[in-house]
């Protein structure tokens, strides 16, 4: 009991507990827990719970991913492929697809903030070293691909790291149309259209106009 353990101090005339009484232990918050933990953490990079950027550097940053969150968002299946997160090595979570770590390789550059904080949620609930424990199943030393589910989130859940992995994603499609030489006005448009608006997405500043096409005013592209 209480009583017990507590000693008799002599200066204030009442029992106080000794100074080896509380021990530390140090805990690890997990799902929806360790969500809004992240959010504390990180509010000063434009993280929040709902999703809207702090800073402004952030917000001019904010990618066609980001904005797309304006829009009926795709409902997704998040793929688990337990063979590939095995075979990654946690000091080589450089080399790693983030993408496909999280369960969202079909998405990449097209998934919107909303959908890798709830891919990275159902990978956190699965797949932490706690969860597997409480399911029974035996945690080896050489299995630590946990570790390779946290750094994918830590880079695509933060804008700024999210487009500097995504500029060099070998998915990404950066080639340009060839076009002979006196192509006409709508054969152009129709080539350079979709380049132009894929690579929309590396500008600094939000809502980049379309090439537009015959049919568009000056004003409007």
Not at 76 to 105: A, M, N, T
Not at 144 to 157: M, P, Q, S
Request: proline share 5%.
């Amino acid at each position: 009991m209480l009583s017990s353990t507590m000693v008799s101090s002599p200066e204030c005339g009442v029992s106080v507990l000794p100074d080896d009484f509380f021990t530390s232990a140090e805990v690890e918050p997990v799902g929806r827990w360790f969500l809004s933990h992240w959010d504390r953490l990180h509010a000063h990079r434009g993280m929040s719970s709902s999703g809207a950027g702090a800073g402004s550097d952030e917000e001019d940053g904010a990618d066609s991913a980001s904005s797309s969150s304006e829009e009926e968002e795709e409902d997704v299946e998040f793929e688990d492929d337990l063979e590939y997160l095995r075979s990654l090595d946690p000091k080589e979570c450089k080399e790693q697809d983030h993408y496909r770590v999280l369960g969202i390789p079909r998405l990449r550059i097209r998934a919107t903030e909303e959908q890798i904080r709830k891919a990275y949620r159902f990978k956190v609930l699965r797949h932490h070293p706690d969860k597997r424990r409480a399911a029974g199943e035996d945690i080896r030393e050489d299995d630590d691909y946990f570790t390779c589910i946290t750094r994918a989130f830590e880079t695509l859940g933060a804008p700024a790291k999210r487009r500097s992995y995504d500029s060099v994603d070998p998915e990404f499609d950066d080639d340009l149309p060839e076009l002979k030489k006196g192509v006409s006005e709508a054969e152009f448009l129709a080539a350079y259209g979709p380049a132009f608006e894929r690579n929309a997405r590396w500008s600094v500043k939000k809502h980049v106009p379309k090439l537009g096409d015959e049919r568009y005013k000056k004003n409007t592209v």
